[in-house]
């Protein structure tokens, strides 16, 4: 038996990379009463009907800026899954109190029509740039994280109960660096900001895998953090064009050399589960018989992409590259 079994699901920001590839792993391998695909694109919902052609699937017009609309979403609703987000870096940079509305304000949007429609389990996909962000997003994406995470405080004795993973870049997903290499790489160069730059690294597929695991598994109020391999933007560029010139433009504003999943002062309250971390929450809501029985990380430790034991190399990223 699968928690997901029986269960009405609700994916805002469905027809995403995360949420197509989310709803067809729960269709393939749960047995989910329905889902309840929430997006803002007509056009997007009815390829992604097109595609999947399971009565379990509904489609639901909406944004996560319009409570109301929310609240009539996850009615009977047992299970949410936040993926909406505005997450292009300039955009949010050209445009921030839009992605605030969004990011921020339709955080609090699902807390609440959570809470009140009694929804069982509410699991949020937040980001590496969310940890010591130099950027807009990565701004919102922090705020949001807290919010999540207080939210339990927020839903008291209810059964309403709130978490967040946080991962690193996706392979191949809408606006990644792979479909830009792809595209340069037809004029013959292909442009790196730094030399030095490196990234954690996950496909689609496990991402919404490690979801599902911790949706299974949580407790409400935690942050969870996969154990993943990190790439240098170098290695991926040869892989991908190995014939071309590399341009070195300079790193952009907002953007940093190396990423970071989980940091020195979290560690102090996280956990190694072997292949991932939780970090648990320092608020009142949780007890400390709540937590989890993994090994206590040390002193120090920090999660990074550029420290990181795991590396892709060549022949990995061609594997990887090679099933997009």
């Not at 805002?12 to 990379?17: E, I, L, M, R, Y």
């Not at 996909?125 to 927020?154: C, I, R, W």
């Not at 730059?197 to 496909?203: G, I």
């Amino acid at each position: 038996m699968s928690y997901f079994d029986g269960k009405t699901i609700l994916i805002t920001g469905g027809t995403g990379s995360f949420g197509k590839m989310f709803t067809s792993l729960l269709l393939k391998e749960r047995n989910p009463s329905s889902i309840r695909i929430f997006s803002r694109g007509e056009l997007l919902q009815w390829e992604m009907q097109q595609k999947n052609q399971d009565e379990r699937l509904r489609f639901l017009i909406g944004d996560v800026r319009d409570k109301d609309r929310l609240y009539r979403a996850m009615n009977d609703v047992d299970i949410v899954v936040h993926a909406a987000a505005l997450k292009q870096v300039p955009t949010a940079e050209y445009n921030p109190i839009e992605a605030v509305k969004t990011n921020i304000g339709g955080a609090e949007n699902i807390i609440d029509a959570s809470i009140d429609n009694g929804v069982e389990r509410i699991m949020a996909l937040s980001t590496d740039k969310a940890v010591h962000p130099v950027n807009l997003y990565g701004a919102t994406k922090m705020v949001a994280e807290k919010l999540f995470v207080q939210g339990n405080a927020y839903a008291g004795g209810r059964k309403t109960r709130f978490a967040c993973t946080r991962y690193g870049n996706v392979v191949g997903s809408r606006g990644s660096i792979i479909p830009l290499f792809l595209e340069q790489r037809k004029q013959g160069r292909v442009t790196i900001t730094d030399e030095r730059m490196t990234r954690f690294w996950l496909t689609l597929e496990q991402g919404a895998r490690f979801v599902a695991r911790c949706i299974e598994t949580m407790k409400g109020g935690e942050i969870f953090v996969p154990k993943i391999p990190s790439m240098r933007i170098t290695d991926l560029a040869r892989v991908i064009a190995p014939d071309c010139e590399v341009e070195i433009i300079g790193i952009r504003p907002g953007e940093k050399l190396h990423e970071v999943l989980l940091t020195e002062d979290e560690a102090r309250h996280s956990k190694d589960m072997g292949d991932y971390f939780v970090i648990e929450p320092e608020l009142q809501f949780w007890q400390k018989n709540d937590g989890y029985e993994g090994k206590n990380l040390p002193e120090g430790f920090r999660y990074s992409s550029d420290s990181n034991i795991d590396w892709l190399d060549a022949d990995d990223l061609m594997s990887i590259v090679k099933n997009l």
